[in-house]
């Protein structure tokens, strides 16, 4: 196998339907070190390419039980320990007056997680990225399906793995410069 | 969506208006939409709109800058109404920035598909309403350089806010659901960004949507999160909506004045935010949708069901009123059946009345059909019910504070021209930003379009 210089093939259909199906034949096919693009979400396309499961609930339910107990225990803190006072000989510990600021901790700090974990494990933000080498590649976020099969895999061949992205209901096939 | 399909597609397909109109594909939605934003040329309207809307935003500024040089006796506040216009605007604006959040969180989970061209800017009205109504309570402290001193932090003075008061949880949540809100819109705004930073063609304009896009480019694995993350966010942000105003109403309810000590006060605010956000959405996309020919993508469809949805708050908010006015009576208690007479017979009656007439009876025309599916229709009512909610917070914020429990503390509250400058001011600054939104950001969102097509699509051909 040649060394290529190149990061990868990228395949261009033009409905959701044929890039799904040729999604599911390459993984058939062996390679694993693959991305499909899309301009709106793709019902399946993840698993297709093999990912079946995403962190993103974990990073959130974090999140929320991080900002319940941090809101609870600051208000705590500052209500029995660093500045008490007495009103109305009330508790200081008075913790049903707490649970409206911990409510709304706990979804302040989930929301946060939420937002900025999606970032993080997208890698976002990442101004460069080889795929925009690819001069239609502007159309993924207009109307255009794209398959990209990196160079990286084990099972490419620039050769064989252009064949068969042509032989799967491509418009056509681009190298993708690194 | 991760989750199953709803069963009943067929009273969706059955409904006679269409969610879009037919004959659009990926491209010209995308070409529609993101033409708004990425054309040379701004319509004269948007000039004109923005250009009055900006003298009213010069109106807030000049009071505001009065308001700190000479102090907030320049507004009608007095004892006993201290609270005055600064707050009844808050609660309007606060109220008014429900409906994007609701929009887009709650008709998602209820996988309700009409959100889908509205929700957009449903979102940055909410967030120019939550801004102004931020800026109400921040100018009507007197001293707004404070106004840090209402969050935690270890502070060399000594003192920390007080969290047993419904005061310090109001600023926790108007706080949280303006970040929510903004981190909810921006999420759904990156891949949109995406696609004016693809579709721009100066040097300029490519950079700052490339930049705010953050290098999104749609790959299946990205989008697979994104969509756990967006139906994460709209699941925290659901019960945010319905707290936001009910912490609202705490600062009235957890206080004695006669007319505030009530317990239908959460539920009924939160219902009349509903409604006037539905109100303020109308009234916006009505006039928006007829400007920029987006009759296809805003069908009557969507405005009905707003109508809808309107109908159905406005008949709680009306409940409301009806079972006040019953507990008044109920209670036996001299000083809320005292309330309730001045508030319906008082020197401010005029105002109760009228809130009764935008509020309840104009609406009461949604209940005909023809009406629900008329554009010029629908927006008076929006009016209307903009005015009537206003009125209502008037009514219940100054009147009651006007007679308290004590003769000799009563008072009568009349509003200045700073109250009114800087009223119509943050109307102002709320239409300004708008249009400057709909004039730099796509105002539907369109890859959410591009998938509303791909359904309508799959559909034909089963």
């Not at chain 1, 409905?15 to 979400?41: I, T, V």
């Not at chain 1, 000989?89 to 649970?99: E, H, K, V």
């Not at chain 2, 969180?105 to 309700?112: T, V």
Request: aromatic share 16%; charged share 15%.
């Amino acid at each position: 196998m040649e060394k290529t210089s190149i990061y990868g093939l990228i395949a261009e259909f033009d409905n959701a339907e044929s890039l799904l199906a040729a999604a599911h034949r390459a993984f058939a096919e062996g390679f694993r070190k693959m991305d499909a693009y899309s301009p709106f979400p793709v019902e399946g396309l993840a698993e297709a390419l093999g990912f079946h499961r995403t962190r993103v609930p974990h990073i959130v339910l974090t999140g929320g039980i991080l900002g319940c107990l941090g809101g609870f225990f600051l208000q705590y803190w500052l209500a029995v320990i660093d500045y008490p006072i007495n009103v109305g000989g009330r508790p200081l510990n008075s913790w049903p007056s707490f649970i409206p600021v911990t409510f709304e901790l706990t979804i302040l700090i989930a929301a946060l997680s939420a937002f900025f974990g999606v970032l993080a494990l997208n890698g976002l933000p990442m101004p460069y990225h080889p795929v925009f080498n690819v001069e239609r590649f502007e159309l993924a976020s207009r109307n255009r399906f794209f398959l990209l099969i990196e160079a990286a895999d084990p099972r490419f061949d620039s050769a064989g793995t252009r064949r068969f992205l042509e032989n799967i209901g491509s418009h056509g096939v681009y190298e993708v410069e690194p | 969506m991760a989750l199953e399909p709803p069963p009943e597609e067929s009273a969706e397909a059955q409904d006679s208006l269409p969610l879009i109109e037919p004959g659009h594909t990926f491209a010209s939605i995308t070409d529609k939409i993101s033409a708004i934003v990425l054309t040379s040329r701004t319509p004269p309207f948007w000039y004109i709109g923005f250009g009055l809307s900006f003298i009213l935003v010069l109106v807030l500024l000049y009071c505001i800058a009065a308001l700190v040089a000479i102090g907030v006796g320049l507004f009608g506040i007095m004892i006993p109404v201290a609270w005055g216009f600064a707050i009844v605007n808050f609660v309007w604006w606060i109220g008014i920035g429900h409906a994007g959040t609701l929009i887009s969180a709650i008709l998602l989970l209820l996988r309700q598909k009409w959100r889908q061209s509205i929700n957009r800017f449903a979102e940055a009205m909410t967030l120019f309403a939550v801004a102004c109504a931020g800026l109400f309570p921040l100018i009507h402290l007197g001293r707004p350089w404070f106004a840090y001193w209402l969050f935690p932090y270890p502070s060399t003075m000594g003192i920390q806010p007080q969290f047993r008061s419904p005061l310090v949880w109001d600023v926790f949540a108007v706080s949280t659901y303006f970040t929510v809100s903004l981190l909810f819109w921006f999420l759904g705004l990156i891949p949109d960004l995406a696609t004016l930073r693809d579709r721009a063609r100066g040097r300029v304009p490519r950079f700052i949507y490339g930049m705010l896009a953050m290098g999104w480019r749609g790959s299946a694995i990205h989008w697979y999160r994104y969509e756990m993350a967006y139906l994460l966010l709209a699941g925290l942000a659901t019960p945010l909506v319905v707290s936001v105003h009910t912490v609202v109403s705490f600062d009235f309810a957890v206080a004695l004045v006669p007319g505030w000590h009530s317990t239908i006060f959460p539920p009924y605010f939160v219902a009349g935010a509903i409604y006037s956000g539905f109100a303020m959405v109308l009234t916006i996309a009505i006039p928006l949708r007829k400007l920029y020919g987006l009759e296809d993508f805003i069908t009557l469809r969507h405005l009905r069901n707003m109508g809808i949805v309107m109908l159905a708050t406005g008949m709680v908010v009306a409940y409301g009123y009806l079972m006040e006015t019953f507990f008044a009576w109920y209670s036996g208690d001299i000083f809320e059946k005292y309330m309730m007479m001045n508030r319906m017979f008082g020197s401010y009656g005029w105002m109760y009345w009228l809130l009764i007439l935008f509020n309840i009876l104009v609406p009461q025309a949604l209940w005909i059909a023809r009406v629900r599916t008329h554009d010029i229709a629908l927006f008076l009512i929006a009016l209307s019910v903009n005015i009537g909610m206003w009125l209502e917070r008037y009514v219940i914020v100054v009147v009651s504070l006007s007679r308290d429990f004590m003769p000799s503390a009563w008072g009568r509250y009349s509003a200045t021209l700073v109250d009114y400058g800087v009223f119509v001011g943050s109307i102002g600054l709320f239409l300004s930003l708008l249009f400057l939104f709909i004039r730099f950001l796509p105002m539907i969102s369109i890859f959410e379009m591009r998938g509303l097509v791909h359904e309508e699509e799959v559909k034909s051909v089963e």
